[in-house]
Structure formats: structure tokens, C-alpha cells
């Protein structure tokens, strides 16, 4: 089943720090990810100075379960970078 994340970052002082200091570990997983093929595609939210703010992924997990498993180990999770988490089941377009 596939998801779609979107994240958004802190807004506190140090948040920018925080995603700096997890970002090396989340892309490696990233690529973990899709070497597996549970990664479909996904980048960074950008604020109006081209910042990053926060992040949209789209993920395929067998179930909802096993995205939630996966996702409460994530760097950006782990390292308190993401404080907002909404996940949507989702469906690419086949075009």
C-alpha cells in the first residue's frame, strides 16, 4: 500500500541544526528505502527563502503496520526534526 508523508520541521531556533545533524543518516535510509522499493520519491517542503521546512514523501509499505514500524525509526523522527507527521494512504498515477 502506498503512503504519502508530509512532515514539517520544527520552527524553533535550532531547528534548521537538528535536520542538519540527521539529514546524512536519513538520505542513507532514504536509499535503503529504495533499493527495496518501499521509497517511491520525496523531497523537501521549502520556505519562501528556499529553506527546508519539512518533507513530502511517498512510501509503499505491505501495510500500515509495517510504514509505522519503519517511520518511528527514522533519523529525522528520532532527532526531533519532524514535529508534525501526517500519512495519508495514496495512490500514484499510472500515466
Known amino acids: 500500500m502506498q503512503f504519502i508523508l508530509i512532515a ?11 535536520r542538519q545533524a540527521a539529514r546524512a543518516e ?8 529504495k533499493a527495496t522499493g ?9 520556505n519562501e527563502n528556499g529553506d527546508m ?3 513530502t514523501i511517498v512510501f ?15 533519523p529525522y523522527v528520532t532527532g526531533n526534526v519532524w514535529q508534525q507527521i501526517e ?7 499510472p500515466v
Open 26 to 33: 536519513h538520505l542513507t535510509n532514504m536509499r535503503r528505502l
Open 87 to 93: 500519512v495519508e494512504g495514496f495512490r500514484v498515477a
Open 53 to 55: 521546512v519539512g518533507s
Open 8 to 18: 514539517r520541521d520544527g520552527t524553533d531556533p535550532e531547528a534548521p541544526e537538528r
Open 60 to 74: 509503499d509499505f505491505p501495510d500500515r503496520a509495517a510504514f509505522d514500524a519503519w517511520l518511528k525509526n527514522d
Open 38 to 46: 518501499n521509497y517511491i520519491f520525496g523531497g523537501a517542503i521549502l
